[in-house]
């Protein structure tokens, strides 16, 4: 657990040092990006969870999603980020950018899900994955429900 607070912790700091080099407006559309990636591949898992099993296409989608979510994604929710720029919008509510210590904690939980959801994918036990599944769906849901806009 000292190890993860530890590993946050520098991981916001050098998200505030990384987030000085790229554009508001980049980084509205590398975090979307990201996350639109996360979304394609929780998608191929349900559809292995739901129907027939493939434990290549899962374990390979649920390593993208623990690396995109260890990849430092905070450094993208830097300083003009918290409102549309041009024709690039966010659905990033404001209260966002106001509790970022909440945000670090569900960012954290999210992480550990997704890092959870791949050791089960690698294990090949569908009901595994299922309950790794949902328990990353939930961590999810639990930033949504928060602090993004519909």
Not at 11 to 19: G, N, P
Not at 51 to 64: K, M
Not at 120 to 135: H, I, P, R, T, Y
Request: glycine content about 10%; hydrophobic content about 45%.
């Amino acid at each position: 657990m000292k190890k993860s607070i530890l590993f946050g912790v520098i991981a916001l700091s050098v998200a505030a040092t990384a987030s000085a080099q790229v554009k508001p407006e980049d980084q509205i559309k590398f975090r979307q990006a990201g996350y639109s990636f996360m979304s394609w591949n929780m998608g191929k898992i349900k559809a292995n969870v739901e129907g027939e099993f493939n434990a290549q296409q899962v374990q390979a989608a649920a390593n993208a999603i623990a690396a995109i979510a260890g990849s430092g994604m905070g450094a993208l929710y830097g300083p003009g980020t918290d409102k549309d720029i041009g024709d690039r919008k966010t659905r990033a509510k404001p209260e966002l950018f106001q509790n970022m210590e909440d945000v670090g904690k569900l960012a954290m939980d999210f992480n550990a899900a997704a890092a959870n959801l791949a050791q089960a994918a690698a294990s090949g036990d569908k009901a595994a994955v299922q309950k790794a599944f949902g328990e990353t769906g939930a961590t999810c849901k639990a930033c949504h429900d928060k602090y993004r806009a519909d």
